[in-house]
């Protein structure tokens, strides 16, 4: 899972943990958004804000949260790799793995891994 972390956070922020992105609604280097941090927080039952984004540990932990909430093995599409699966939900929400928008960030992650 660290590698699949470490790719990205190179797509999203180079590691920049200052990083803001999306017209100012996206922190850290993670690139997260204000709803995915609320979304994490009530899953891990934590008291993130969204300025917790910023610290990179703090990051993870909120990825990891989300991820945990939605990407449990029998949520994933048929033939869909783990990674790819967790990429795409980071990347359009619950239901980003079955988005067809989130194909091409998907490819971006798989350059890194």
């Known amino acids: 899972m660290i590698k699949l972390i470490l790719a990205i956070i190179a797509v999203e922020s180079g590691g920049d943990p200052k990083a803001i992105g999306d017209g100012g609604d996206a922190f850290g280097i993670l690139q997260i958004h204000s709803a995915y941090v609320q979304d994490a927080a009530a899953y ?3 008291d993130w804000t969204h ?5 990179p540990e703090k990051a993870v932990d909120i990825f990891t949260a989300y991820m945990e909430r939605y990407c449990g093995d029998s949520r994933r599409p048929e033939g869909m790799s783990r990674e790819e699966f967790i990429s795409r939900t980071h990347n359009g929400g619950p239901r980003g793995a079955y988005k067809d928008a989130t ?3 998907w490819e971006k992650v798989r350059r890194h891994l």
């Open 44 to 46: 891990a039952k934590a």
């Open 103 to 105: 194909l091409r960030y």
């Open 51 to 55: 300025q917790d984004a910023f610290d």
